[in-house]
């Protein structure tokens, strides 16, 4: 009965009659378990069903179904599992369980023959995991690129629109609810790490998992480097990206240059989407509410319905959870990509030379170069051909030992 749970029970109480006859069966809330029952609530429920004791929920013979929106690893893990193990189908929204242990959740299901579902975990309100798994089962996933925290986004719209610093933008988010209390979660890029290693996972039928995310956050962005992004023709986004490459796996999430006519570009405030590449579908983008409790309450009653539908036909666990098999993830140092690196430098002749020969030292080669003198320095703002990223931390060394590199104002790469 938290933000999800209340919007879940909410959801199923007020349309019942549409429900059953959507399912082909009456999904009726039996139990429901929180951890502080004296609490006001603002969904009533049926008498008699809250508890504490979710244990109870979970082992009761009359329930079918388990829905977990609780969070968390532990003790949520627990209950999954021995409802999994009761023949109990389960569906969860919980994305950091999911994205961590998800393997051990679909191998139990599978072992049971029962569901479990988890499209509220990535997302919310889009409805990326059904898509990715069944709508386009067909084809082949090459690759995934999505805007999948909200919070992020809403504080990097906030700062291109207004020109406000970080700090702003985010006490802004956080007053219109936006953001948590604490943050950490959003900017620092964990939540983007964990919705990528599911899509990841679903979209190439392989184990990844939050860890194996290389993960930079937002909190360096300045309004400065907006300002020369847009007069390069790009907008700063956090994106997600995982791509298959030449059987190996790339799974990133950090801020990145997109072109502003970039399908994703004009995606603001805080919401979410997602571009995959599939072939022979092509190009397919989503767009939507990743978070809130009304659009991830779509997310888990449908796929309750799912579930339901299943029963009803004998047909539970059609989809395979995961192969199990697991391709390796590239670590970020061997990634190729262009990069946008933007210098202050002693306004003087020969500068030019120096940086551009650290570069060359390096082997990544320049597409094109800005200077805007300030007198007696200068910004200089280069964009760089596709370079491995090894390459250009090596450069950038490079330029910090340069007399004449004042400062290596931001380093961004270029998502195309
Ligand atoms: N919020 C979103 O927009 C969103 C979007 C997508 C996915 N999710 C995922 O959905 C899950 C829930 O998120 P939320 O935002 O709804 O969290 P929340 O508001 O903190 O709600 C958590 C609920 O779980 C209950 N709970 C916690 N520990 C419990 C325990 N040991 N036994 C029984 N009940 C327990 C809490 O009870 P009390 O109310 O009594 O404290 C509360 O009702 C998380 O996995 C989250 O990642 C959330």
Known sequence: ????????????????????????????????????????????LPDGIL?????????????????????????????????????KSVVTANKQLMSTRGEELLAASAERGVDLFFEGS??????????????????????IMGIVNGTTNFILTRMAQDGVGFGEALADAQRLGYAEADPTDDVD??????????????????????????????????PRVITYAREMGYVVK?????????????????????????????????????????????PIVLEGRGAGGGP?????????????????AGASNRIKGSSGHRRPVKEMADVVLPYCVSLVVADRPGVFAQVAGAFGEERVSIASIVQKSRGVTADVVLVTHEAPEAAMRRTLARLHRLNVVTDVHAVLRIAA
């Open 296 to 312: 991830t309450a779509s997310a888990v009653v449908g796929d309750l319905i799912d579930v339901a539908r299943n029963m009803r």
């Open 189 to 222: 890029g964990h939540d983007a790490a964990a919705k990528l290693a599911i899509l990841a996972s679903a979209a190439f039928d392989s184990r990844v998992v939050s860890a194996d995310v290389y993960r930079e956050g937002v909190a360096n962005i300045t």
């Open 1 to 44: 009965m938290g933000t999800v749970g209340s919007a879940v029970a909410g959801l199923l109480l007020r349309s019942q009659d549409e429900i059953a006859r959507r399912a082909g069966l009456p999904i009726r809330l039996r139990g429901v378990a929180v951890a502080h029952p004296d609490r006001v609530r603002s969904v009533t």
């Open 238 to 282: 956090l994106l997600a990206i995982a791509r298959s490459v030449e059987g190996a796996i790339e799974a990133r999430v950090h801020p990145a240059l997109l072109p502003e006519t970039h399908p994703l570009a004009g995606v603001g405030h805080e919401m979410n989407a997602v571009l995959i590449e599939a072939e022979p579908a092509g």
């Open 122 to 143: 990535a997302c919310g309100g889009i409805p990326i995991i059904k898509t990715i798994r069944e709508s386009l089962a067909a084809n082949e996933i090459t690759q």
């Open 51 to 87: 508890t504490g004791d979710a244990g109870s929920v979970v082992t009761d013979p009359a329930v079918d179904v388990v829905v977990e929106v609780m969070g968390g690893i532990e003790p949520a893990r627990t209950h999954i599992l021995r409802a999994l193990a009761a023949g």
